[in-house]
């Protein structure tokens, strides 16, 4: 099994495998780029490389990408993914259909089901990519922009990302195991069955680039979106200084980073428990901290209390 590396010339890629010409349209890569490396022909035209011979060693080769590798570029995949959606619908499935509809005679009682099969799938498939791009990529854009959003994720994606080609299975059955051999339309529908199986190998790439490389990028750009906005609000809390709570509420937040209780609070400083709890929810209110290690955070930023008042582990 060979690996292709950034320094193997572009042009032996395809000539060992001719069906990366599909992939390099996608990727935005023109043809024309004569003996040039995969690293020269990548920068020339604006590609990350890295990405790139990830999504090709994985198709051709079955080669698994590191499932936390944050070199991977979101944005590439996204520009691959949507090229390849316009392909698929844009292009090959009108075309499947017009030769079907060709080949298929108007006397077989046969036709008027394999068309409303093909259109059915044709219908699966381009829900299942108008999800993708009303709703999964903008998430991503937004993700991009460090603008996480509470409502979606990619594990809401990942477990509807459901399998399209039962249709397509049930269509090709019909067609080999029932349509009479005649001449001249059995031709057409054998050259329609051959495109219907290298684009039924062609979807089931991309799902598998889709589960393998794209949703576990956007599992990182997560995580590292996630952690850049719990360090801008911390940041943000310790920047309001002490100021932000009444000196009552930092009495408050004393006890409570000594592991007080709230009845223990209300003795300690002659209040009732209910006056304790209103005080607790203006504090986490104010601050937008809910977990005793980020009042401590906050306590010790703004010499609320000094860390030797910190519980020993």
Request: glycine letters at 6%.
């Amino acid at each position: 099994m060979k690996l292709y590396e950034a320094d193997d010339k572009m042009i032996e890629l395809i000539r060992d495998n001719y069906s990366v010409l599909q992939g390099l349209n996608a990727f935005g890569i023109s043809l024309g780029f004569g003996d040039k490396t995969v690293r020269e022909v990548c920068e020339r035209q604006g590609v990350d490389c890295y990405t790139f011979l990830v999504v090709v060693n994985f198709i051709i080769n079955g080669s698994q990408p590191t499932q936390q590798d944050a070199r991977i570029s979101v944005g590439t995949l996204m520009t691959y993914l949507r090229a390849s959606h316009k392909y698929f619908l844009d292009c090959q499935l009108p075309n499947i259909r017009a030769k079907l509809d060709e080949a298929l005679s108007a006397e077989n009682k046969l036709t008027a089901l394999i068309m409303r099969i093909y259109d059915e799938y044709a219908q699966a498939i381009r829900q299942h990519m108008k999800y993708e791009e009303k709703t999964l990529f903008p998430y991503v854009e937004a993700l991009m922009r460090g603008e996480p959003k509470n409502d979606y994720n990619v594990e809401i994606f990942s477990k509807h990302h459901g399998e399209t080609t039962s249709k397509l299975l049930e269509l090709k059955s019909i067609i080999i195991k029932y349509l009479p051999d005649n001449g001249l339309t059995s031709n057409r529908l054998i050259s329609t069955l051959y495109d219907i199986y290298n684009n039924e190998e062609w979807l089931n790439n991309h799902s598998e680039v889709e589960d393998n490389i794209f949703i576990p990028a956007i599992r990182v750009l997560e995580e590292k979106t996630k952690n850049e906005d719990l360090s801008a609000r911390l940041t943000n809390i310790i920047g309001q200084g002490g100021d932000a709570v009444s000196e009552r509420e930092k009495e408050i937040i004393r006890c409570l980073v000594q592991g007080m209780t709230n009845k223990e609070i209300a003795g300690q400083l002659f209040i009732s428990v209910n006056t304790v709890i209103t005080h607790r929810r203006n504090i986490a209110r104010k601050l937008q901290i809910h977990s005793l290690a980020g009042l401590t955070i906050y306590a010790i930023a703004n010499n609320i209390i000094d860390s030797a008042w910190m519980p020993q582990s």
